[in-house]
């Protein structure tokens, strides 16, 4: 009976899983705001340097970096989605309203594996997006710094290519 008892409240504790997938899809929520506010701020700053005849110095460089750093916030939202539901599914229950809408292709999650390496391939696409808002706010100085970059850039080409070689792509 004490085992009965004992095994109920362990099954019962995985609960505490939506703690983690609650602010989880809250926390990813936040981030498609913030990048949404930064997109606007975008769409904002453009219509006056068309029409309003504002026209900062460097405007081009930094609008392009504006936009890489809200697709950064909504990649690691989306990482946070795909957390969100793939532990939910895991250690709660299947999410039957996705497997009709078509849901299940992209955030069905059948293994901690499978969850890691969803996870582990858009937190690569981050680091790339991070990498390029990064490098446009760079001077080059020499032929070496850019050499530097291109051998940068074919390292994250390569390593994009041999994360997706495994896939079924």
Do not use: C
């Amino acid at each position: 009976m004490i085992e009965k008892w004992f095994e109920k409240g362990l099954w019962a504790s995985r609960m505490v899983i939506l703690l983690a997938v609650v602010f989880s899809i809250l926390a990813s929520f936040a981030l498609f705001l913030i990048g949404s506010a930064d997109l606007y701020h975008v769409m904002i700053a453009t219509y006056q340097y068309f029409f309003a005849g504002v026209h900062p110095e460097n405007f081009h460089a930094d609008i392009v970096a504006e936009i890489i750093g809200a697709i950064d916030l909504y990649l690691i939202g989306v990482v946070l989605l795909i957390f969100g539901f793939g532990i939910y599914e895991l250690f709660i229950s299947d999410i039957d309203v996705a497997k009709g809408a078509g849901g299940d292709k992209v955030l069905y999650v059948r293994s901690l594996d499978e969850l890691k390496d969803k996870i582990a391939k858009v937190i690569v696409m981050v680091l790339v997006v991070s990498f390029f808002q990064r490098v446009l706010h760079t001077d080059y100085k020499g032929a070496q710094e850019m050499l530097y970059f291109a051998v940068s850039i074919t390292a994250l080409s390569l390593g994009l290519y041999l994360l997706h070689k495994g896939g079924k792509h």
